[in-house]
């Protein structure tokens, strides 16, 4: 569908285009995409006198085409327009949205740079850069594979989707938990736009801007910056590498270009991020042991390391979206290149000693980084346009990423010298073809099926190796190998056994499919059912002076759901829910830490999860809009022979020992899986002249209790957490310009979110109470 045309004049876009330039060079800019298939605007404020009566429709896109979210027989969540802004208020990272939507969580040990994502308690905790992840994320229609690349900023975003159970026949493989789809507003022939700037504590800034418009009768372009900082907020006390931790800088930025023809239309993008900061911050002997309250004398303002924390990360990418229109039937073409490049060091043990004591047996300093990445994906897709009952989808699709990863080692007691080093290459080669199928049964009844067959190739090497620090290598068995206190490549290949080898590859094939209905009560609620498999690709662990090579096999999901969406009271609210049971076969599990400091890949023989999510909007005055988002998720491993090894810290494991020493961890929840998550928005609204409005807006975000690890203990079990927000606004000229008052975390309260266990009681810390100012004028 083309956009209004306009007459070509002299257009303004083209000196705006112009000056935002320099502020696209410095946050390494270069153009990005958006969804071909949807027309978007930037949004507009809500005008209280016209939008009060009634909830207006949500377009999704989570079947590959346009559709009303009421009519998706798929279990979907969004956040748009002035939510989305409230949440991202705090120039916070793309964690911002864990729990704004139901079943979704999201935590990092990485900090800003590396987030991993849960749907419906089943996601994967794994810490090293080459690991992959059962949520899916798709940004303008790209998949960010690599979990660095996941963690690119939120700009300029017409909307979130977050699509919960498998999404294997349309998405492709490692979607069996769901996917999380980010759409950019695309550029449009009318000239608009926005700036934001916005202040708080810590010297934060938080600056963001967009404009685009049409350059002719069929061309038109969207350039949009982002700039974040933030000092330093936490005291090293110890005299180390860094007086202070928290801080950072982060810009980004994404340039579009659009072209609209009678039946041929092109989107091509390009978009950079560049992140210099802390790295992940992790504080030692914080739990009382016994427990999991802090200790104390905790500070979070206050920590003493003698290791040295710095992260930096470069991203680029391109693509371009062609379809054209065919008649019957439309072609799309999307092919996608992203690229990073990252560093991230940090004292992992998270203090400055005494060390070779119970509290602190020894000191850890370690970095891992990205020196060269790419990722190229291409995919054709024919889509049907018939306006019979019949319509279908089939396409091709293609995947290549090549990698290395680097580790280091670093001794703390010699001044932060490198006393170990590792190269890993890692490729990933994929090909799929896929097809769908709708079908108008009755007047009332509509029924959908998918499938999709996927080959997937992995492979890994060892390049370099050598370690001269505390750790000799070890076997397959855990013996020592005798030999020099140094551990070289030769003495990795040789802890393999005889004829082992430092490679390993993959190769995994599958055929998924989805089987669904929408069954219409009225023309208000629909009732709809959902059976759905998926997989994640087999996953390999290099070999290293902790742990012998492990391969894991692939995962495979069988999910059922089924639910209800309905317009309410003259559309004045809106209700979603449903409930669901999946069953995951061969479940990748990482063992992280333990006794044993490693980290091991394991497949467990199965896990469950089942539960129930439902999502309410509803104007409960015309001045009051309340949103209530609430899950339940039940997981559980059911493998009676699992044992994985247990904390090395002076903690308090629950689960019963195992023949090997270690913890049978049958009947465990998932790591990261709350069993309740709950989230609350309000707004209220108050006209203060003909074009003006007073507002506050309320946010609250609810989870219950966490394991931090595959086995269960008193002080690795984080505490439920309740996090509120508030804001305080006054718009004029008709929503045009809007000054703001905010706050984040505003009680304050401070919980661990994630440990380490392998030599004390280290943990990491959510965000503390934030205030802040914004002003936003949009034209």
């Known amino acids: 569908m083309s956009a209004r045309r306009l007459r070509a004049t002299p257009r303004p876009l083209a000196v705006a285009v112009l000056a935002l330039l320099p502020l696209m060079a410095v946050a390494q800019t270069t153009p990005e995409s958006t969804d071909a298939a949807v027309p978007q605007t930037v949004d507009q404020p809500a005008d209280t006198q016209e939008r009060a009566a009634t909830l207006d429709t949500v377009q999704v896109t989570a079947q590959r085409r346009v559709e009303n979210i009421q009519d998706v027989p798929v279990s979907i969540s969004t956040v748009s327009g002035e939510k989305l802004d409230v949440l991202a208020s705090g120039g916070t990272d793309v964690r911002f949205l864990s729990g704004r939507v139901p079943s979704l969580n999201i935590e990092s040990s990485f900090g800003r740079a590396f987030p991993r994502f849960y749907i419906r308690g089943y996601g994967n905790t794994d810490f090293r850069l080459n690991t992959s992840q059962p949520v899916s994320l798709v940004y303008d229609d790209i998949v960010q594979e690599n979990p660095i690349l996941k963690g690119f900023p939120l700009f300029d975003i017409a909307r979130v989707e977050v699509l919960r159970g498998p999404q294997g026949s349309l998405f492709g493989r490692n ?121 104390d004398d905790f500070d979070e303002d206050e920590v003493a390391v003698d290791g040295y924390n710095h992260s930096e990360l470069d991203s680029q990418g391109a693509n371009a979206r062609l379809s054209w229109d065919l008649g019957g039937v439309k072609l799309y073409s999307i092919t996608g290149y992203e690229s990073v490049e990252t560093y991230s060091r940090g004292d992992i043990d998270g203090s400055a000693g005494p060390y070779f004591t119970a509290q602190v047996p020894f000191a850890s300093e370690t970095a891992d980084g990205i020196p060269e990445h790419s990722q190229w994906t291409q995919e054709f897709r024919l889509e049907s346009q018939s306006s019979g009952p019949l319509n279908w989808q089939a396409g091709l699709f293609y995947f290549k990423e090549d990698y290395d990863v680097e580790s280091f080692s670093y001794d703390s007691l010699a001044g932060g010298a490198q006393d170990g080093y ?221 044992e994985v090894a247990q904390c090395g810290a002076l903690c308090t494991p629950l689960d019963p020992l195992g023949p090997n020493g270690g913890r049978l961890i049958d009947g465990n929840p998932l790591p990261q899986a709350p069993k309740w998550n709950h989230n609350l928005t309000a707004r209220w609204g108050m006209p203060a002249g003909a074009d003006a409005e007073f507002y506050v807006f309320t946010d609250w975000v609810y989870r219950s209790e966490v394991n931090f690890f595959l086995y269960e203990s008193e002080e690795f079990t984080g505490k439920s957490l309740l996090e509120g927000g508030v804001r305080v606004g006054y718009s004029w000229g008709l929503g045009d310009y809007e000054v703001a008052l905010f706050g984040r975390n505003i009680t304050n309260q401070i919980r661990a979110v994630g440990g380490i266990d392998f030599n004390n009681l280290t943990g990491f810390i959510n965000e503390p109470r934030m205030w802040g100012a914004e002003f936003k004028a949009r034209f």
């Open 175 to 295: 979607t069996p938990a769901g996917v999380v789809k980010f759409d950019s507003v695309r550029p449009s022939q009318e000239f608009d736009g926005y700036a934001k700037v916005g202040i708080g504590s810590d010297n934060l800034w938080n600056v963001e801007g967009a404009v685009g418009g049409g350059l002719t009768d069929t061309v038109s372009a969207r350039a949009s910056v982002l700039f974040q900082r933030r000092d330093d907020w936490v005291e090293n006390t110890f005299e180390g590498p860094n007086d202070g931790f928290e801080g950072y800088d982060e810009s980004a930025g994404r340039v579009q270009f659009l072209y609209e023809g009678e039946s041929f239309e092109a989107l091509f993008g390009a978009h950079a991020r560049h992140l210099n900061g802390t790295a992940r911050l992790f504080r030692a002997n914080i739990f009382e042991p016994g427990t999991n309250d802090f200790v």
């Open 422 to 642: 590792q190269r890993i290459n890692q490729t990933n080669d994929a090909w799929a073809v896929f097809g769908a199928l709708t079908w108008q049964a009755t007047d009332k009844l509509e029924l959908r099926a998918g499938m999709r067959y996927t080959v997937d190739d992995k492979g890994l090497d060892v390049e370099e190796y050598w370690n001269t620090g505390f750790a000799p290598c070890i076997g397959p068995t855990l013996g020592i190998i005798p030999g020099p206190p140094k551990c070289t490549l030769a003495q990795l290949l040789a802890a393999e056994g005889a004829g082992g080898s430092l490679s390993a590859s993959t190769e995994d094939k599958k055929f998924n499919w989805d089987l669904s209905a929408v069954y219409a009560l009225n023309e208000d609620v629909n009732f709809y059912g959902r059976v759905a498999t998926g997989f994640r690709g087999s996953s390999i662990q290099s070999a290293s002076a902790f742990n012998s090579k492990s391969v894991a096999g692939p995962e495979t999901v069988l999910s059922f759901e089924a639910g209800i969406k309905a317009d309410l009271f003259d559309k004045r609210a809106r209700l979603s829910g449903g409930v669901f049971h999946y069953r995951v076969k061969d479940q990748q599990l990482t063992a992280v830490g333990g006794s044993g400091n490693a980290n091991i890949l394991l497949n467990a023989e199965k896990s469950i999860g089942q539960g129930f999510e439902f999502d309410l909007e509803a104007y409960l005055t015309d001045s009051l809009l309340v949103t209530l988002g609430s899950s339940y998720n039940d997981t559980e491993i059911q493998d009676s022979d699992l």
